[in-house]
């Protein structure tokens, strides 16, 4: 019983300092970042609509592995299994889930008008413990990022060098050394 309340303890506080939390529903390639917040035991997410996060593979009754980073260091403070629940739109649970979420939301479009677009085009979902962490590995776990075409890796070009050079020498004035 003891170890059942400090896993608890710990799935708990961790999420809640997180920022993000990185989730990978059953069949996923890969685990995705996602913005939460912690409310009544559980993570709540909203996304699948225009201008929200996605939230792949997450199916209302499947299944989920949620990892939380440390939010100073970046590192994985622990992994946990979780049961995915979907409220239905205008319920006391998605009500409540909506003001949690509505307030941690950043740069939104629509402000006051929020709830009712998530109502509309989005989905709210709760992830609940369902299990003990699952113990830290001791390997690499390095990958690949998922491709995008946001990505910016291509050859700098063969005259910034000079560019810069020339940028530098014209801040500092003429005949500075």
């Known amino acids: 019983m003891t170890s059942e ?17 990185w989730v990978k529903g059953a069949g996923a390639p890969a685990a995705r970042a996602l913005w939460h917040v912690w ?9 699948d609509g225009p201008g929200e996060q996605p939230l792949p593979a997450l199916e209302d009754g499947g299944r989920a592995e949620v990892t939380v980073r440390s939010k100073d260091k970046g590192g994985r403070l622990v992994s946990w299994p ?23 939301r950043l740069n ?8 009712a677009r998530w109502a509309r085009e989005c989905r709210v979902l709760r992830l609940t413990p369902a299990g003990s962490p699952e113990p830290l590995p001791s390997g690499d776990l390095a990958r690949r990022p998922v491709p995008s075409p946001a990505t910016t890796r291509r050859p700098v070009p063969a005259a910034l060098p000079r560019l810069l050079a020339r940028r530098r020498k014209a801040k500092r004035g003429p005949g500075a050394e």
């Open 5 to 21: 309340l400090l896993d608890r303890a710990l799935i708990e506080e961790a999420t809640k300092k997180s920022g993000l939390i």
């Open 82 to 104: 979780a049961t995915v629940s979907e409220p239905a739109a205008g319920s006391p649970e998605w009500e409540a889930a909506v003001a949690e979420l509505k307030g941690k």
């Open 108 to 115: 939104a479009p629509d402000g006051e008008e929020m709830p």
């Open 39 to 47: 409310h009544e035991g559980a993570v709540c997410l909203v996304g």
